[in-house]
């Protein structure tokens, strides 16, 4: 089975004792490309990801500023990321959005940091991830007016909203990714969304060390671990988890206009 994680924190410090097991790990699963998302600890580090794409040909990377850090954004951020962009492992730029349930920044603030990395994406030409929690009307706007005319796309990271919202997204270009709350037990409404919705239009993704699948639940998340939200959707959708892991593979690297990897151990696959 080959899998593509699609969203991975796996610069954050809860992989520090153990970063390379956990990676040799996820390539024993099936894992044989991972995005490493760049926004790290915040704007003090924008190039977190970078590193891991250089060191593995199988990982490559994003950068982007959260919306909880926008309070933080300086015009020198934006000038970093721009030139951050250009590297040639970052093929994404992300994750950014609204969160309008933790609000740790002003939402105005949200919505100028927001458009603001939208002009620099564009302008960079790359695709961008999208975070949005309680503020979906607000993010779909925002992407219609400032995204949908670059023709750029990207992916809805972690969806939990309606297949309505989903729609919105897939006319904008947008994949839809789900996580391992997709396995959770009261989340029949996400497996409801990724039943309804065209198989060339999903994604599936860890968000490590965030939300471990049901099986894992209460443990620290990680990317081997995406084998078991492709279980789940396979079941949702009467499919094997071949079947999704393969089509799923394959729309994020039509995304990207990524090659199909040589399959390899960990080991080969280092540069």
């Known amino acids: 089975m080959e899998l593509i994680d699609s969203h991975a924190h ?20 099936g894992v044989t490309t991972l995005l490493a998302i ?7 580090k924008l190039d977190s990801a970078i590193p891991f794409a250089e060191q593995h ?13 926008a309070k933080e954004v300086t015009s020198k951020h934006l000038d970093e990321l721009a030139k951050l962009a250009k590297h040639p492992r970052v093929i994404a730029w992300g994750e950014i959005g609204l969160d309008d349930f933790y609000d740790h920044s002003p939402r105005e603030t ?4 927001f458009r603001d990395q939208m002009e620099l994406a564009a302008h960079a030409k790359l695709p961008i991830i999208i975070h949005c929690r309680d503020a979906w009307t607000a993010c779909l706007n925002l992407l219609e007016e400032h995204w949908r005319p ?5 992916i809805l990271h972690c969806f939990t909203s309606t297949l309505e919202d989903a729609r919105r997204g897939l006319d904008m270009g947008f994949l839809i990714s789900f996580a391992g709350n997709s396995t959770y037990p009261k989340a029949q409404n996400l497996r409801d969304v990724a039943k309804a919705l065209p198989l060339e239009k999903i994604l ?3 968000d490590s060390p965030y939300l471990a699948p049901q099986s894992y639940r209460g443990k620290r998340n990680e990317p081997a671990y995406v084998a ?15 079947e999704i892991a393969a089509s799923t593979s394959e ?7 990524l090659p199909r990897p040589q399959l390899s151990t960990a080991a080969e696959s280092r540069n």
């Open 228 to 242: 078991e939200v492709a279980r789940t959707l396979a079941s949702v959708r009467d499919l094997s988890a071949d």
């Open 110 to 113: 949200q919505h100028k940091v």
């Open 38 to 44: 760049g926004t790290g600890p915040g704007p003090e």
């Open 204 to 206: 599936i993704e860890t």
């Open 57 to 69: 040909n199988w990982i490559y990377a994003t950068v982007g500023i959260h919306p909880h850090e």
């Open 150 to 154: 670059t023709g750029l796309g990207g």
């Open 251 to 257: 729309n994020f690297r039509r995304l990207f206009r």
């Open 10 to 29: 796996i610069d954050f410090p809860q992989f520090a004792d153990d970063r390379e097991a956990m990676l040799e790990r996820a390539h024993a699963a």
